[in-house]
């Protein structure tokens, strides 16, 4: 493990964890607490761009308002020079996040099929997180496998809030109406179409994740990102059993409502979408808050024409 510099005075930044298009993620040591920390440090041309930093600056919002189990940690957040940096480079703004160890989701996805307990028990997890995470104000945007880290224990941490929206807060408004953020695999037809977003575009996303997770595959794929996004918002998915017969028509059918084009046919919180894949993977109905009783029944009522469809989907 190679120490490179410290950041501030304070986080000695180890080996690269990983990257994206807006930032570096670095395993850090704390000189002051002396304790391992995940520093996520803004790109270096990036540091002068003004949307850049308001991004940034956003996601150490979003992720202080939460305080999960299943949501990655908030330590300290800041701008401040790099030892051994030029006198009159800017300061870079970091975030300082709990370090999960473990793998992500895209890791272990890599490793084979995930066992239909396994994938159900995973996307439990998140939809607990979100649930929480609604309820504080802050839609997520991007989740996908990447983006949720599997520790050693076998829960899961969702991570990287970098595009996530908080409710009434103006600055993580997208200034052009038709941004579109996220990654195309996972993106829902609002997001597609450049509309606002809320909690159901995240149990869009969730939706195409747990498709995942029980068939090895997104839901859509395509030669590039517009051709994945044209099918999000304008073709329906093959039915999960096609690629994997041992699930149920209830598993498909709860996916086919977290897959739903109109938001308004998907479930109407993450609470609820969780208690109805509880309900098809234990074979039982069972109640819970925010409107989950109904939606079981709603989907009740659809297995039968759900079941038409994917024996004609895949006879």
Known sequence: MSTDRVLGGRYELHDILGHGGMAVVHLSRDLHLDRWVAVKVLRSDLVRDPLSRSRFRGEAQAVARLNHP??????DAGHAHVDGGAADEPSVPFIVMEYVAGQSLRARLA???LGLEEAIRYQSGVLSALEFSHRAGVVHRDIKPANIMVTPGGTIK????GIALVRDDPSTTEPHTHTILG???YLSPEQVRGERVDAR???YSAGCLFYELLT???PFIGGDPVAVAYRHVH????PA???RPEVTPALDTVLLTALAKDRTDRFRSASAFREALQSAAKGIDRAGDDGAADDVVALRRRWHSARTRLARSIA
């Not at 969702?158 to 809030?161: A, C, G, L, Y």
């Open 70 to 75: 299943g949501i990655v940690s908030l330590h």
């Open 111 to 113: 490793e084979g099929p």
């Open 158 to 161: 969702i991570v990287d809030f």
């Open 183 to 185: 990654t195309a695999q």
């Open 201 to 203: 575009s995240d149990l």
């Open 216 to 218: 090895g595959r997104p």
């Open 235 to 238: 073709q329906d998915p093959v």
């Open 241 to 243: 059993r096609a690629y």
